[in-house]
Nanobody, 127 residues
């Protein structure tokens, strides 16, 4: 059974850093694109970043470009999101998602493109 578990959320001060991991089990990760989304209560789930199955291609939302870095380790069946220079507006529940397609492409930010989701981890940026 395919399962995604996000690890690494928490409380951090503005300007700080966090690293989120997405542990994947029940599937060979090599063939899937991975994405990260975040959601604030009462708002739409927002796409943050995507990485292709090989790790060669990445995409970022403009709001996190230059501050967040997505990566993956297929051998360890894990995806990661390094978040630096965090801002209060980065607060939210972060979800990892798998797409049954090896690329990011032009529709990477559409929630409907993803087949599997984790349960989410809370990130709070506050002083």
């Amino acid at each position: 059974q395919l399962q995604l578990v996000e690890i690494g959320g928490g409380l951090v001060q503005p300007g700080g850093s966090l690293n989120l991991s997405c542990a994947v089990s029940g599937v060979t990760l090599d063939y899937y694109g991975i994405a990260w989304f975040r959601q604030v209560p009462g708002t739409e789930r927002e796409a943050i970043s995507c990485i292709s199955s090989s790790g060669v291609s990445t995409a970022y939302a403009e709001s996190v470009q230059g501050r967040f870095t997505i990566s993956r380790d297929n051998a360890k069946s894990r995806g990661s999101l390094q978040m630096n220079s965090l801002k209060p507006e980065d607060t939210g529940t972060y979800y990892c998602a798998l797409r049954d397609l090896p690329i990011c492409g032009t529709r990477w930010s559409s929630r409907s493109e993803y087949d599997y989701w984790g349960q989410g981890t809370q990130v709070t940026v506050s002083s």
